[in-house]
C-alpha cells in the first residue's frame, strides 16, 4: 500500500532483502506471488544490481521457481516422515500388544507351576 514506483535509494541492502524475503514468503504461502509484486521486486533489483528491467524479471522469476522447488521438496520430505512415523507407531504398538499377550500366557503357565507345586507339598 506504501510502495512508491521507484525504490528509495537510502534503503539499507538488508531492509531490501528483508522486504523481498517477507514479500516472496507471503506469496509462496498464498500459493503464488502476485505479478505487481513480481514487478516490484525486479524494479528492486534492477534498481540495486544496475541489470535491466527484463533481466531483474528473470531473476526474480528464477528465485521464485527456486524457492517453489523447495517447498515442494521440503513438503515431499515432510510427506514421507508423516508416513514412516506411522508406519513405525503401528508396529511399535502391535510389538506391544504381541509382548502383552507373550506375558499374559506366561503368567498363566507360571501360575499353574505354582499351583501344581503347592498341591504336592500338601
Not at 10 to 35: F, H, K, M, Q, Y
Not at 78 to 95: G, L, N, P, Q, S
Request: glycine share 4%; proline share 3%; aromatic share 4%.
Amino acid at each position: 500500500m506504501f510502495r512508491s514506483d521507484r525504490p528509495d535509494p537510502n534503503t539499507t541492502p538488508e531492509d531490501v532483502r528483508a522486504e523481498a524475503t517477507r514479500i516472496i514468503a507471503s506469496g509462496l504461502r498464498n500459493g503464488d506471488v502476485p505479478a505487481a509484486d513480481k514487478t516490484y521486486l525486479a524494479q528492486l533489483v534492477a534498481a540495486r544490481t544496475g541489470i535491466s528491467q527484463a533481466d531483474a524479471e528473470k531473476r526474480v522469476n528464477d528465485v521464485i521457481a527456486k524457492a517453489k522447488d523447495v517447498e515442494l521438496k521440503a513438503r515431499q520430505a515432510a510427506d514421507t516422515a508423516r508416513k514412516v512415523a506411522a508406519t513405525a507407531a503401528f508396529f511399535i504398538a502391535f510389538a506391544m500388544l504381541v509382548g502383552a499377550f507373550i506375558a499374559a500366557v506366561a503368567a498363566t503357565i507360571a501360575g499353574h507351576r505354582r499351583d501344581e507345586a503347592l498341591a504336592l507339598l500338601r
